[in-house]
């Protein structure tokens, strides 16, 4: 397991002050000390698992490539199993930036104060989700809500996706008088617990579910790719405009890399050439600037639902 760069600074610290005080070797301690720096010398990177894994790791091997060659700095590709653990990862410094989505990216910055939202997708600031449907139920695309899928079988994305779960909860309970999601349908809802909206769009086109809510970009990507996802669903709805996805850096980035680096790493995000590898990590065609405060939206729901504690 890795730990955090953070921590190890710190026990190189504690073995040089107890070699010292007991009257070890000098040298040994000074090897302690230099074999820990070296290890700090690396940016670890990580993602939301919103696709297959092993689809992910090629795509931000290719963004971690880039920020190296932009930095200066050797950065790797950290897994998070889901979106939890991504949050974890980030919060006990095992990873220094993330591409998180809306509502992780809150409760990521909420555990880590001075943690900064410093980039998303030129689309993030306008994200939405599609409600899509297996089409053996015979629904079509409306621009009114279906309440007909009130007595079908529903899934949604992870339970800490923005666009899987938490924005379309907000708007089934928006357009049903305020019921929650599992008062209101005939059939309590399901999660994707892993493959994150891949799995959603599969549940749905297999008829293991009528019915889910998914992200537009990978909805959108998948019809164009997958011919089992375009021949068997439908998308019957699209929910308002909200901010997602971004990318979240930890504060202590300051002091291992010296002050000055979280601008440095938001002009290396900004400066990805559009239709490049780098970007094909997030499914972007380009990065803008971010920051805490445009994320508020995404908080106030989640509080207000009571999925984080205001």
């Not at 070890?24 to 820990?36: I, L, Q, V």
């Not at 070296?38 to 992910?56: F, M, N, R, V």
């Not at 990318?247 to 490049?276: C, D, M, R, W, Y």
């Amino acid at each position: 397991m890795l730990k955090s760069s953070l921590f190890r600074v710190g026990l190189a610290a504690v073995t040089t002050l107890a070699l010292v005080g007991c009257g070890g070797d000098p040298s040994s301690s000074d090897t302690t000390e230099a074999s820990s720096s070296e290890e700090t010398s690396t940016l670890y990177l990580s993602a939301i698992p919103d696709e297959k894994i092993t689809d992910q790791k090629a795509k931000f091997d290719k963004l971690a490539e880039y920020l190296t060659g932009k930095l200066g700095v050797n950065t790797e590709f950290v897994f998070s199993k889901d979106y939890a653990d991504s949050v974890t990862k980030f919060k006990n410094g095992e990873v220094h930036l993330v591409w998180f989505g809306g509502l992780s990216g809150v409760q990521a910055r909420m555990a880590v104060p001075g943690s900064q939202a410093i980039a998303q997708g030129k689309a993030d600031p306008q994200y939405k989700s599609y409600i899509i449907a297996n089409k053996s139920t015979g629904l079509q695309p409306s621009e009114e809500f279906p309440l007909a899928i009130k007595d079908m079988t529903f899934t949604f994305g992870s339970p800490g996706s923005t666009s899987g779960r938490l924005m379309p909860t907000y708007f089934i309970m928006q357009n049903n008088g305020g019921v929650t999601p599992d008062e209101w349908f005939a059939t309590k809802p399901g999660f994707q617990m892993s493959g994150g909206h891949v799995a959603t769009a599969n549940a749905v086109a297999d008829g293991t579910y009528q019915v889910g809510g998914i992200n537009y970009k990978t909805y959108d990507s998948l019809v164009e790719s997958d011919p089992k996802i375009a021949e068997n669903t439908v998308k019957i709805w699209t929910t308002p405009f909200y901010a997602d996805y971004n990318f979240t850096i930890h504060p202590e980035v300051e002091t291992v890399f010296g002050e000055g680096f979280i601008k440095k790493v938001q002009a290396a995000l900004v400066a990805a050439p559009e239709g490049s590898d780098a970007l094909k990590a997030i499914n972007r065609e380009s990065i803008i600037p971010a920051k805490n405060e445009d994320f508020d939206g995404i908080k106030d729901t989640a509080v207000k639902m009571g999925l984080i504690e205001g």
